[in-house]
Structure formats: structure tokens, C-alpha cells
């Protein structure tokens, strides 16, 4: 599992409150990413990080915002909670391997999840 | 957008090969065909990946057809527990490792 955890695992809020996840990790890989996933679709992703204070957006960024004060966490904030927003989220690190020619491979593993429900 | 094409679902008997198949016509020269799956309510899960060479690990094969564009996932004595969604992904280059999934397939193992 790489180390991942999230916390809370559940949570249950109410529409326009604050919410922040939290993702850690123990093995200092620099790529961290957050996913959401609902029902129809796969994963999408929301944002992700390439090293402390360096973040950018995914696919469905909108609504939602991440800091990485330090190496181990990510967090995923949303400043005003919609029932929009309720959904499994994943947190994600990527490990990066170098190939004997160059370039190199991918890798991600995921945490175990966070299922936020907004009324 | 996902580069992949995947079957919806597939059933399979417990103890048969699951062979899950993956198109990627668009795939370029560098670029590395992955397979994750997610059991219910986990996690997606890292099961393989391959260049051009066939792969094989403790989870499962992966044969690459020689022109690249298409692959298939094998899990040679497949369980109750491989039930899950199987999703062939091919990241887009120098992407910070950003992974699109589609919708994957659905395989469902059956006693």
C-alpha cells in the first residue's frame, strides 16, 4: 500500500461548511495526487502536487483546493461544500523508476479512500 | 481523454484464465501500457505493465501484440476474489504521471 492512509474515512457534512482531507504518506515520493470517484464514471482527477507548494490542477479542479506544506501531505479543502461534491475520494502517490534507456515508469498507488457525504 | 478501448464486461469461470483484452491504437513508440484494478469499494490496485516484451509477475501475464496496438491482461487461475473492475491505461507523456481512466471492464468471476 506504499505507506498511503486518509483521514477521516467517513465523514457526513452539511451543505456550505468547510471540509479538508487529509492524505499522508510515509515514503517521500514526490508526485501525490487526489481522484474522485462516483457512480458512472471512473476516476477523475482533481489535483495533484509534484513537490511541497507545488500544485496544479486535474480534470475536475472546480469547487476544491490542495496544499503540500510538506512532503508526507496532501490536502484536499473544499471551502464551501455542495451535494455536488459528495463522492469517494482517493489519494494517490506516484512511484517514479528510471529505465536503463532513459525515460522511465509510472507507477501509482492508491490510499483506501474517503467517503464524504454532503446534505 | 482515455487512449484506451476496454469490453464493458466479461464473466469468467473461478479456476479458468480470465483473458481481459485492451486496444490502444494510438500508442506511441515510448509509451507503456498499465493495468490497475479496483475491487469493490478499495482502492484501484497496480497489477502490471509492459512496453513491447511480454510481462509476467506474481499477479498476473501481459501480452503486447508486436504492432502495440492492442494487449491482454491474463490472469491464469482466476478467483472469487479477482471479481472487480480491470482498467488498461496508457498515460499521456511527460504528464506527471497522470492517470485517465475510463471505464474499465467489469470482470465478474463466477463459481
Known amino acids: 500500500d506504499a505507506g498511503i492512509t486518509q483521514s477521516p474515512r467517513h465523514k457526513v457534512t452539511e451543505t456550505g461548511t468547510p471540509v479538508t482531507l487529509r492524505c499522508h504518506q510515509t515514503?517521500?515520493?514526490?508526485?501525490m495526487y487526489w481522484y474522485r470517484q462516483d457512480p458512472g464514471h471512473g476516476l477523475r482527477l482533481i489535483h495533484y502536487?509534484?513537490?511541497?507548494?507545488?500544485?496544479d490542477k486535474g480534470e475536475v479542479s472546480d469547487g476544491y483546493s490542495v496544499s503540500r506544506s510538506k512532503t508526507e501531505d496532501f490536502l484536499l479543502t473544499l471551502e464551501s461544500a455542495t451535494s455536488s461534491q459528495t463522492s469517494v475520494y482517493f489519494c494517490?502517490?506516484?512511484?517514479?523508476?528510471?529505465?536503463?534507456?532513459?525515460?522511465?515508469?509510472?507507477?501509482?498507488?492508491f490510499g483506501p479512500g474517503t467517503r464524504l457525504t454532503v446534505l | 481523454d482515455a487512449k484506451t478501448t476496454q469490453p464493458p464486461s466479461m464473466d469468467c469461470a473461478e479456476g479458468r484464465a480470465a483473458n481481459l483484452p485492451c486496444n490502444h491504437s494510438?500508442?506511441?513508440?515510448?509509451?507503456?501500457v498499465y493495468w490497475y484494478r479496483q475491487i469493490h469499494s478499495q482502492g484501484p490496485q497496480y497489477i502490471i505493465h509492459?512496453?513491447?516484451n511480454n510481462e509476467t509477475n506474481e499477479m498476473a501475464s501481459l501480452i503486447i501484440t508486436e504492432d502495440r496496438k492492442s494487449s491482454t491482461l491474463i490472469l491464469p487461475h482466476a478467483t472469487l476474489r479477482d471479481t472487480a473492475v480491470y482498467y488498461c491505461?496508457?498515460?499521456?507523456?511527460?504528464?506527471?504521471?497522470?492517470?485517465?481512466f475510463g471505464q474499465g471492464t467489469e470482470l465478474s468471476v463466477k463459481p
Open positions: 494517490a502517490i506516484n512511484s517514479h523508476r528510471v529505465g536503463l534507456a532513459g525515460g522511465g515508469t509510472d507507477t501509482q498507488y
Open positions: 515514503e517521500n515520493h514526490r508526485y
Open positions: 502536487s509534484y513537490g511541497v507548494k507545488d500544485t
Open positions: 494510438t500508442i506511441s513508440g515510448n509509451e507503456y
Open positions: 509492459g512496453l513491447k
Open positions: 491505461i496508457v498515460p499521456w507523456e511527460n504528464q506527471g504521471g497522470k492517470l485517465i
